[in-house]
């Protein structure tokens, strides 16, 4: 089934938006995270048209070229969250099922708890209740797999980032070819400014999130190197509404991209509640 790329204006900026799937399917809003673009739910995005529903995939703030501003503060959590509701309003979508990994999973529980009558349903992958992620860092385990930020953050990080064709983000995972948009004059700083307007001074309260109240899915791999499992047990802690807790195993921290068929079935399952 074809998809359709949209330019949706939100205030100040312009988001490449990518919209697909049966004219009446019910709406699901994909969130993607760092360092691949909504390109990583391409498989996802295929299933879930078969499946009926409707999918819209926005390249988020820095990631669309429309939507690049140069001051770190402009990437701080309200800002993203500010931007997904504004491209639901843009194109007059009520409510939607609400999927988010890694970065996109953080601002698709902030989303789900300021905005609960706009989503029928959360499915986060990887990434716990940010609630749950803060308790998960009083252990050594959590702290030690969240090291690498202290490396994103420090002024001049794309440098070393860059060297020998991103070699240290190939070494965690993601191909070149997924790392070829980064290359945008201003786009790895971009997405990085996700990790120093979020992630530096008072972060407790800059990501402080209240507990969900919708129906919530998470579905975390065993295999993942940044996100432990403490963080995803802890979640349930922070969920109100029904939870399913789904655990695959022997899958690394790519979800979208290494287990597309499993993750949109849990999308699939989710949005059949409604």
């Known amino acids: 089934m074809k998809t359709e790329q949209r330019a949706i ?3 100040d900026y312009t988001f490449d938006v990518e ?3 049966p004219e009446r ?5 994909l969130l993607h995270g760092f360092p691949v673009g909504g390109s ?3 498989e996802v995005v295929q299933r879930l048209h078969e499946s009926g529903l409707r999918t819209i995939v926005p390249e988020q703030r820095g990631y669309s070229p429309g939507a690049r501003p140069t001051e770190v503060e402009e990437y701080g959590i309200d800002h993203l969250v500010s931007d997904a509701i504004g491209i639901l309003n843009a194109l007059g979508v009520p409510y939607a099922i609400l999927v988010g990994h890694d970065w996109g999973g953080l601002v698709a529980w902030h989303l789900a708890s300021r905005y ?7 499915v986060a992958v990887s990434t716990g209740h940010p609630s749950a992620g803060r308790d998960a860092l009083s252990s050594g385990d959590q702290r030690q797999r969240s090291s ?3 490396k994103f953050v420090v002024p001049g990080a794309e440098e070393a980032i860059l060297a020998d064709n991103f070699k240290v983000l190939r070494d965690f995972g ?3 070819e997924e790392l070829v948009p980064l290359k945008a004059p201003g786009a790895l700083t971009a997405a990085l400014n996700w990790y120093r307007a979020n992630f530096t001074g008072d972060v407790k309260t800059k990501m402080s999130c209240r507990p969900v109240e919708i ?3 998470l579905v975390w791999s065993d295999n993942d190197s940044a996100l432990g499992r403490e963080q995803a047990d802890l979640t349930s802690r922070y969920v109100y509404g029904e939870y399913r807790f789904c655990v695959l195993p022997g899958v690394d921290h790519w979800i979208p991209q290494h287990a597309a068929p499993a993750l949109a079935s849990e999308i699939a399952l989710r949005s059949a509640v409604f």
Request: glycine content about 16%; some cysteine; overall charge positive.
């Open 9 to 11: 204006t939100v205030g």
């Open 19 to 21: 919209i697909g799937g």
């Open 25 to 29: 399917g019910k709406w699901v809003l």
């Open 40 to 42: 990583c739910y391409s």
């Open 116 to 122: 609960p009558d706009r989503f029928t349903g959360l």
């Open 148 to 150: 690498y930020i202290k």
């Open 174 to 176: 993601v191909t070149a």
């Open 215 to 217: 129906h919530t899915t």
